[in-house]
């Protein structure tokens, strides 16, 4: 536990990579220094420390330059063997202690059968480092090791992995002491320089000698700036550009394994634990060498680490099927996004996890060069000499062996590992099926007394009602509107079920969450039974294994697994209830975890834990504190993959509660209490539907895997093994020893309740379970009701306030702001109180008008609320100084330029109606990364809410539903969130650019990442927060409260200099003046509300935002309900100036005149106000820890803007060069030659244009520009009418990103020798939130083209997978192949595709879209707009390719199909779209 | 079934007797609700976040929980949920002032007419009862404790209720011939039937609560000889002490009590005559109501029945501020009760008899620190209203027993029973609640206090 809230298990990182490979295994120079001016050319994917010199890391790993090192050895006198390996270490600067390092070395050198040549100090220049580099600068030393005469290249790689491992060990606790590389193949150079440097911090990397065939290069971009040489990348074997979100699941099952573990080849007790700490990739990497050192082939292990999505994929060759089914039997994936590239000195590998969420573009020139990087165009070639260009797709590898000189692709790896064992047959002949969903038989396990079962396990009517019945009914969790107003588990005074002191992490900036219901084929949720197996080895019988495709187990898939006859699934029950008089709850779950121990030594391997038993006089463990608690015990004995974890529970209902369970450990869960109650609910009719009972179950079922897969997606985890043990979780009010005890390594941060807290609870429950005169609770945590649980926005407070701002008295906020602040403990703040203080009179106080601005209303879109409140609030904020939000659907034109205008302007992940006018019509754009409600998620306005305006401001239909995914396609890493500030800031210099964080464990890390990638503002939003409507387990059970996040933030941002550049707001719930108070006593300078003007203006706080019928008028499009609206923006106005007025007594009370002040000054809090013993049980007092932090940053933001280190020359150059003519509107054509570090490019005079002339003003081709060569990332982001771009060469990701009209054409230059169709020509994630506009591009196009466009017109020669996701205008001709998953989620537009191989429909997502033939006369219309997009295609890019398809018209005509949305009549849409 | 049934469809209480004809009957006016129209009101319900009317509601009865119910045609599980917090639904249905309580803080309230919840209540118990549902009894055995309950009133009913629901053996002593208080003899048929009190007699019966009527604590049988038989004691017997106008002429033959008069009348109806409560038959007589609160209209309104020619009705605050449910003043008007607002009365004249009031206009004063507005009387605005008979609704005091202070039970300075939040009076074994522990209120109230006192009873006794 540290002292503050921060801890470096939260760091995260992300970055750039590339590979150069001569092909030909030719070492020269010439690579080495490619790879480092490709190095540079990918800084703008790295980060700058405040210092501005000290880079996140970089590095090389080479093919080990073998002459160099003869030359270096002769030179010092060293003599050198026919085979030797080099150690390149980092040591502690201390020579006493590094001396016992270099000793030891020899030692262990001489053991092992090495000969330890001597030592060389690499020659390093410190004038390299910025401040913070050298403050943690290590001494680089070169150990030179004679390799025994006998032996292969793999037995003397082992041994020198052998001797990394001993000293790793040995020096574990050494400060400074790293092994960066211990190889005969490879070495690493890195450091914390700026990739620039890093030849003039290593000379050795400048010197001519120093050749090399091939190279790995890595730029790191770090969410925080502790200076950590380890930690750049490469590591050992591979250099990764993404993060895993497994990790931590994976770590644990590493640690599980190891017992298992046994080669001939290593002796495992030597080199284990192998999988350490550091970073995700470290530990990936650590995995990775350990497979390969162990005997592993170096593809087999790749692929069993991050295979491709293979689950849903029917027609997969079975072969290949069986071998990632087999091995899926035997390690879980390492999963989230991944670029990896590889090199073991004889392979360099590329790899991509399975949803391809990371770029990686390659070249390979005449010269048999192969280039591979986040980006194209990184290295300086001609086009003309370019063999081939492409880029790796999702769960696509592609290598090349050294040795032989051939270029391996996926198909041909693929061949290679599934033909090395008959892993069908095996599979056919051991593997065990069974159906999860057959017939309903009698209950497994049943519910003698159901009422008191109910009360003894916490249900509650509300339960029963609006989780389990929903669930059952429609296989789908009920929606709930305005957030979370009830007090978090620990601070109740209820008691609550265990889940509920957990708070699911989710991804946000460094990672994307997935959209499990659009890109559902990723996503799996198989279970595996029976004990796993020697990695090693791979036998025949190891596939005797049981698979069901959910782990909500049914009665009959309960029984059947309990009750197999053979000794390797031997099953054995666990009670997990005990006698209140006999024992306490500690010591039963110790007694549990020995017995647990006790039958997986003898042999049982199902174990079921079971609290069935339960009576009255009987106590029992919650069962989400006994998987956890068996789990560790059985990793801890080396015995957790003998044995599968069956979970028979009461406590399992909602999602949540199940993704808890398998999150600590469980293997399946069944959860009898559930079944039991909806056996009964359709015994008493409860159902609106006549449904059977197998139906209903069935239902409840598939409702609990749907939750699954988005509480999993949302960490950005696609299947469940790899989720299963993560403990993706923040205990919140959780004692250290119960932590200990039964979550071991989740972050608690402020202690809680404990053991006789949990018993206690548990107790009265089962006493009241069996007294008959209590009836089932009625509940109350989803919805107010009296006598449950306490709502922070009760029926009192609601009415107090409207009173309040109706009559304007100050006497009846008053009366409000008293029910609020001595409202029972509710919130942690309520917990934190102000420290009495030397008072000073009001009138000394900074007046209302100072601090009202520092008000903002929190987003909620037009689409959400009717335009009069819209509007209202947003006339109330100008008002007063402060700002309102547009939230993510628009606005409407003539809301700019008066007081109506939002003055914040949101850009979230469905980009609607995000245009060039609406980015420069903004004094802040707000990049919403996640919101409160529902962290982690997207979300959905249905038809019925999508009226004429709102459709007209969102590019979309009326009365057809919108999509928000759940990711931002354009922010897959942190580097990619530094992009599209770096795009905003482009479009729209003037505007501040803020970015929107839900707290979390960790959120302080991103933050301070986030202010590495120039945001100038940050929001943390409290888990109390939200207003939008989201699934009921999303509003209780993600993010966490606001005062962690902020306390966490502001300290982090201060330690790492970065607190001075970015402005920080706090959001969540904020009441009153004391919230204001507390908040900037906690750190943040500006304040969101979100509710209280709502309720200002009217809204009864009646939660059914969602269903478009509020009866204040609010939150609704319905022309009659909004006639009831009368909300006034007085009203809000009113509420503002009482909250500032109540803010200046309290500072008035704390003796502060200034409220920037009060920011940070954790000082005037202390901690107090507890009323129960559970909340006297927190430790609050790492909240407050800022106001000790020493040599840190100012407590407030001190820079008005936080400015790029990329000045966009070009991008200037052009808007300079085109204005006078641009001004008066006269044509102009420009040329530039283009690199890839030219980013965005177009965006800043895209703004220049709609500031003056909106998006239309600007007569078409007004202003053209050609470019020569290649793009960065951006292309044409927001282009604009008047716009026409024309570039000969290729493009990065996000080209057209935004656009809203003008013409992009990319095309490769004249003379180039290779097939547009078969090359990639732009990147990942093209025309995102296009809005209209024009792309022609010559070749193919990554993944995810044209996603969430609603108008752009493109044509391209190829597409990868998931194109026209989400798409609800526009048109895309594809003529070329198309990738997987075409048409997800796509309501609107059209798309043509030519299907040469015929096998679209395996490629296209039939959900909400059908494909016809046009080669029929009913279809002559749109044969006819085909060929003019063709026409036009050839017209813009010359294209070869379209030129032959138009001249055999017919032949290829018959191969196209035509994608249309099912929702659209095909005569409407073509008249539409002509 | 729609989101967006409330203004599909509007507000609809269920048919009503015709005015003309209720002005000569001792009938419910309301007819019930069919299952089609509960179910179509029922479904107007917002289920707001914020149920404001569970909140406002006394007993706060999980109202949007059982509209739901309803809709969904799940009567016999509504009817359960609606006994979990009230013992009496179908009574406090007819006779709770909801306008003012979960029908005013209805949502839909403003604007578009609130859900017709006091009806829909009343309709949950009588559909379930049709449909052959009944409360359940107690599911375990006895608990081995008795308890005795004095009064059969709400509060003591609630009590009861529960005691008996908990396996406590519970005895009802009522001085009164039937079950039921003031429901019973104070309450006129019109809003409530005496059937309807007598059926829920019967269910409570059935259930295991036994009931010894015409028995007077303190004079039948003595408290000591309870306290020596049963381990508790709860007292709900309510407040009788008629409040006073305290002007001249109030003893003049023909001023009459509120209290004693609805008593008489009902006891005629139902045929049980009693000395102390004699029948007055105010036909053909000129009346005046003093007074505004449900009492006062239940007068007016026997009066009408009884063919009094002219009913007056005089009240010293507006309208607006008459606590007096605004359905029944409705009900009032259309019977022909004529209502004079603002008026205060002085004196009431006569010589031997009443011949008239004399009364003085009012007018409401600014409001007061809490809010609220005193009337002030307005100068040289007096007048006299002829009458033969008046009636004196203000309200009633605490009607202490003289057995109290020798049982230790001590009484607060307006003379209510005190207890701690258990309900426990200054005796442990002596627990009290309703109108003597809170003064007069409302049924619903009454009712609350029973219930939550048996549990401060069974905690006591650890069961």
């Given at each position: 536990m540290t002292q503050s809230l921060y801890s470096p298990e939260f760091e995260r990182d992300s970055c750039g990579f590339g590979l150069i490979a001569q092909l030909d295994n030719q070492a020269s120079h010439y690579i080495v220094a490619t790879a480092i001016s490709s190095l540079a050319r990918l800084t703008h994917r790295g980060a700058v420390a405040a210092d501005g010199k000290t880079g996140d890391g970089c590095g090389l790993l080479l093919q080990m330059p073998e002459g160099f090192f003869r030359a270096i050895a002769a030179e010092t006198g060293l003599t050198l063997g026919r085979r030797f390996g080099i150690g390149q270490f980092f040591l502690p600067m201390d020579e006493s202690a590094a001396t016992p390092i270099r000793d030891r070395l020899g030692h262990e050198a001489a053991d092992l059968g090495l000969a330890l040549a001597g030592w060389r100090p690499v020659p390093t220049d410190p004038d390299a480092c910025g401040a913070e580099a050298l403050a943690a600068l290590p001494s680089v030393w070169q150990a030179f090791l004679n390799l025994p005469a006998d032996g292969d290249i793999d037995a003397h790689e082992r041994l020198l992995y052998r001797l990394r491992r001993r000293l790793e060990k040995r020096f574990a606790g050494t400060e400074g002491f790293f092994a960066v590389t211990c190889s005969s193949q490879v070495i690493g150079y890195k450091g914390l320089v700026m990739p620039e440097r890093l030849p003039d911090f290593y000379p050795d990397l400048r010197d001519s000698r120093c050749a090399s065939a091939l190279v790995t290069y890595h730029q790191r971009f770090s969410t925080n700036t502790w200076p950590e040489w380890r930690l750049c990348q490469p590591f050992r074997m591979l250099a990764h550009n993404g993060e895993l979100n497994t990790v931590q699941g994976n770590r644990i099952w590493a640690r599980a394994r190891e017992a298992q573990l046994a080669t001939p080849l290593l002796p495992m007790a030597e080199v284990l634990p192998a999988v350490g700490g550091g970073s995700d990739s470290f530990s990936l990497d650590n995995m990775l060498e350990l497979l390969v050192q162990g005997g592993m082939d170096f593809f087999k292990a790749l692929r069993l680490l991050v295979p491709p999505a293979w689950h849903n994929f029917p027609h997969m060759d079975p072969e290949l099927r069986a071998f990632y089914e087999y091995h899926s039997m035997r390690m879980e994936a390492w999963d989230g996004p991944a670029g990896l590239v590889l090199n073991t000195g004889r392979i360099a590998a590329c790899a991509l996890d399975r949803n391809g969420l990371r770029p990686a573009r390659y070249v390979i020139t005449k010269e048999r060069i192969l280039n591979i990087a986040s980006e194209v165009g990184v290295f300086d070639y001609d086009h003309r000499d370019i063999l081939v260009q492409g880029r790796v797709g999702p769960g696509q590898v592609i290598a090349v062996n050294m040795h032989s000189g051939e270029f391996l692709d996926t198909a041909a790896i693929d061949a290679r590992i599934k033909a090395s064992h008959p892993y069908r047959q095996w599979l056919e002949s051991h593997a065990v099926h069974l159906d999860a969903d057959d017939a309903e038989g009698q209950p497994a396990m049943a519910v003698g007394d159901l009422l008191s079962s109910e009360k003894a396990f916490g249900v509650s009517f509300e339960e029963e009602d609006q989780v389990i019945r929903v669930l059952a009914e429609g296989g789908q969790e009920a929606v709930g509107s305005m957030g979370d107003d009830t007090p978090v588990a620990v601070l109740s005074t209820q008691p609550r079920h265990i889940a509920d002191y957990f708070r699911q992490q989710f991804a946000q900036v460094t990672n994307p969450p997935i959209d499990p219901l659009r890109e559902a084929l990723v996503m799996s949720l198989n279970t595996v039974f029976g004990a796993e197996s020697n990695l090693f080895e791979e036998r025949p019988e190891f596939a005797r294994r049981i698979e069901v495709h959910s782990p909500i187990l049914s009665d009959q898939t309960f029984r059947a697994l309990t009750s197999r006859s053979e000794a390797q699934f031997r099953a054995r029950t666990f009670d997990l209830t005990y006698s209140a008089a006999d024992n306490t709850l500690e010591g039963a779950i110790e007694a549990l975890s020995m017995a647990a121990l006790d039958a997986v030594r003898h042999g049982d391997v199902i174990l079921v834990l079971s609290d069935h038993a339960l009576d009255r006089d009987r106590l029992y463990i919650p069962a989400l504190m006994a998987v956890g608690a068996v789990h560790h015990a059985l990793i801890e004995a080396g015995l957790r993959t003998r044995c599968n974890l069956i979970v028979a529970t009461a406590h399992a209902r909602d999602p949540h509660h199940f993704a808890t369970l398998f999150g600590y450990g469980a293997t399946a869960v069944y959860p009898y209490l559930s079944y039991a109650i909806i056996r009964s609910l359709r015994e008493r009719h409860a159902f609106s539907q006549p449904v059977t009972e197998q139906k209903a179950l069935e239902n409840y079922r598939k409702g609990i895997d749907k939750g699954l897969y988005k509480i999993l997606s949302k960490m950005g985890i696609a299947t469940l093994a790899s989720y299963r043990s993560s403990q993706l979780f923040e205990a919140l009010g959780l004692d250290r020893r119960v932590v200990e005890r039964c979550f071991q390594g989740t972050v608690s941060r402020i202690g809680g309740a404990s053991f006789a807290h949990i018993e206690n609870d548990i107790r009265g429950l089962v006493r009241d379970a069996f007294l008959p005169r209590k009836a089932l609770p009625v509940g109350g945590l989803l919805k107010y009701v009296s006598g449950g649980e306490y709502h922070a926005y009760h029926p009192e407070v609601v009415r107090s306030l409207q009173h309040a701002v109706k009559t304007g008295r100050y006497g009846d906020y008053q009366v409000f702001s008293g029910l609020v602040n001595q409202r029972p403990v509710t919130n942690l703040r309520d917990l934190l109180q102000l420290r009495p203080a030397q008072a000073i009179p009001i009138d000394e106080v900074e007046p209302i008008e100072a601090i009202t601005p520092r008000f903002d209303t929190a987003a909620m879109s037009l689409g959400a609320l009717s335009p009069e409140a819209h509007e209202a609030l947003a006339i109330a904020m100008n008002t007063i100084g402060g700002r309102s939000n547009s939230g993510e659907g628009g606005e409407d034109p003539a809301r700019y330029h008066n007081n109506k205008v939002s003055k914040i302007k949101q850009i979230a992940s469905g980009r609607f109606g995000v245009t060039p006018e609406y980015a420069v019509n903004a004094e802040e754009l707000q990049i919403?990364?996640?919101?409160?409600?529902?962290?982690?998620e997207g979300g959905q306005l249905p038809g019925h809410k999508v009226t004429g305006i709102i459709a007209r401001l969102r590019y979309a239909k009326e009365g057809v539903a919108l999509i928000s995914p759940p990711p931002h396609h354009d922010i897959y890493s942190i580097e990619d969130l530094a992009q599209l500030i770096f795009d905003l800031k482009q479009v729209n210099p003037s505007a501040y650019v803020s970015v929107k964080l839900v707290s979390e464990a960790g959120v302080g890390t991103i933050a301070a990442g986030v202010a590495k990638a120039y945001a100038d503002r940050i929001t943390i939003a409290g888990y109390d927060g939200g207003t939008g409507a989201s699934p009921l387990s999303s509003v209780k059970y993600a993010g966490s409260p606001w005062e962690l996040g902020l306390a966490e933030t502001q300290a982090t941002l201060r330690r790492n200099h970065l607190r001075h550049r970015v402005r920080l707001q706090a959001d969540g719930g904020f009441k009153t003046g004391l919230d204001v108070v507390k908040g900037a006593l906690l750190g943040a300078e500006s304040f969101g509300f979100g509710t209280a003007p709502m309720i200002a203006l009217g809204c009864k706080y009646l939660r059914i935002c969602h269903l478009n019928n509020c009866a204040t008028g609010i939150a609704t499009q319905d022309e009659t309900l909004r006639k009831h609206f009368t909300g006034l923006p007085e009203m809000v106005i009113n509420y503002f100036r009482f909250v500032a007025q109540e803010t200046r007594e309290l500072m008035a009370g704390l003796g502060i005149r200034r409220f920037d002040d009060l920011?940070?000054?954790?000082?005037h809090l202390q901690v107090g106000g507890a009323q129960t013993s559970k909340q006297e049980h927190l430790d609050l007092r790492p909240l407050l820890f800022n106001a000790a932090l020493q040599n840190a940053d100012s407590n407030i933001h001190t820079l008005d803007r936080n400015p790029p280190f990329d000045h966009g020359e070009l991008a200037e150059r052009m808007v300079a060069d085109a204005m006078p003519a641009l001004e008066r509107r006269i044509a102009t054509h420009l040329h530039y030659p283009i690199r890839?570090?030219?980013?965005?490019?177009?965006a800043r005079l895209a703004g220049e244009i709609a500031r003056r002339y909106g998006n239309n003003g600007l007569a078409e081709d007004c202003v053209q520009v050609d470019f020569q060569g290649t793009a960065g990332q951006s292309f044409g982001a927001f282009c604009v009418q008047g716009m026409r771009m024309r570039l000969h060469g290729d493009a990065n990701d996000y080209v057209g990103k935004a656009m809203n009209g003008g013409t992009l054409i990319i095309a490769p230059p004249e003379g180039v020798t290779y097939a547009s169709q078969d090359s990639a020509i732009v990147g990942n994630t093209c025309l995102y939130g296009a809005t209209g506009g024009r792309l022609y591009a010559a070749g193919r196009a990554g993944e995810r083209?044209?996603?969430?466009?609603?108008g752009a017109i493109a044509v391209i020669e190829g597409a990868g997978d998931h194109a026209c996701e989400y798409m609800t205008g526009g048109q895309v001709v594809v003529l070329g192949e198309p990738g997987v998953n075409f048409g997800a989620g796509m309501t609107g537009g059209l798309a043509f595709v030519w299907d040469r191989q015929r096998q679209f429909p395996d490629l296209v997502n039939g959900e909400l879209v059908n494909y016809h033939r046009i080669d029929t006369e009913a279809m002559a219309g749109y044969e006819g707009l085909l060929r003019r997009h063709v026409e036009a295609h050839i017209a813009a890019t010359k294209s070869r390719h379209a030129q032959d398809l138009l001249q055999h018209w017919a032949e290829f005509l018959r191969d196209v199909w035509l994608v249309a949305p099912k929702a659209a009549r095909l005569d409407v849409l073509l008249e539409e779209a002509s | 079934m729609s989101h967006f049934s409330f203004i599909e469809g509007p507000r609809k209480d269920p048919e009503k007797l015709d005015a003309e004809q209720r002005r000569h009957e001792f009938r419910e006016l309301y007819t019930g609700f069919d299952l089609g129209s509960a179910r179509l009101q029922a479904d107007r319900c917002l289920h707001c976040g914020n149920p404001y009317c569970e909140w406002k509601c006394p007993v706060h009865n999980y109202i949007p929980n059982w509209l739901q119910l309803i809709v969904e045609n799940r009567i016999e599980e509504a009817a359960a949920m609606s006994h979990e917090t009230n013992t009496l639904p179908e009574i406090c249905g007819r006779i709770c002032p909801q306008d003012r309580l979960c029908e005013g803080a209805c949502t839909l309230n403003d604007g578009y007419g609130a859900v017709t919840i006091g009806h829909l209540e009343r309709f949950i118990t009588e559909e379930a009862i049709g449909r052959g549902w009944h409360p359940e009894a107690p599911r375990r055995t006895a608990n081995g404790k008795r308890v005795a309950v004095i009064g059969a009133g709400p509060a003591g009913l609630g009590c009861a209720d529960i005691l008996n629901r908990a396996g406590t053996e519970v005895l009802v002593f009522d001085r009164y011939p039937a079950v039921g208080g003031l429901l019973t003899f104070g309450i006129p048929p019109f809003k409530l039937e005496k059937a309807v009190i007598a059926r829920r007699a019967q269910l409570l019966e059935d259930m295991g609560v036994r009931f010894q009527l015409n028995t007077e604590i303190g004079k039948d049988l003595s408290m000591t000889q309870l306290l020596a038989d049963y381990d508790a004691v709860f007292l709900g017997m309510g407040t009788y002490a008629a409040k006073e106008g305290g002007f001249p002429g109030e003893n003049l033959p023909g001023v009459i009590k509120a209290l004693p008069y609805l008593i008489g009348n009902v006891r005629q109806l139902m045929d049980l005559p009693d000395p102390f409560t004699p029948f007055v038959d105010l036909a053909g007589k000129r009346v005046v109501v003093l007074g505004g609160g449900d009492t006062a209209m239940d007068c007016l309104r026997t009066a009408i029945r009884q063919g009094a020619v002219q009913v007056t009705c005089a009240y010293r605050r507006d309208e607006e501020n008459m606590p007096g449910s605004r359905r029944e003043v409705a009900n009032a008007r259309e019977e022909g009760v004529h209502f004079l607002f603002n008026r205060q009365p002085l004196e009431i004249l006569g010589e031997d008899s009443v011949a008239g009031v004399r009364l003085v206009e009012t007018r409401l004063g600014d409001p007061d620190p809490r809010g609220r507005r005193h009337p002030e009387m307005v100068a040289g605005s007096e007048q006299v209203l002829a009458a033969d008979v008046v009636i004196i609704a203000f309200g009633f005091d605490p009607s202490p027993a003289p057995w109290f202070a020798e049982h230790g039970i001590h009484l607060d300075e307006r003379g209510r029973v005190v207890t701690n939040a258990q309900f426990q009076t200054s005796n442990p074994r002596v627990f009290a609640g309703g109108d003597m522990r809170t003064g007069s209120d409302l049924v619903v109230t009454a009712v609350d206090e029973g219930r939550r006192a048996a549990n401060g009873i069974l905690d006591y006794l650890g069961v």
């Open positions: 919403k990364v996640a919101q409160g409600a529902k962290p982690g920011v940070g000054a954790t000082g890839n570090v030219n980013r965005s490019i177009g083209f044209a996603v969430r466009n609603s | -």
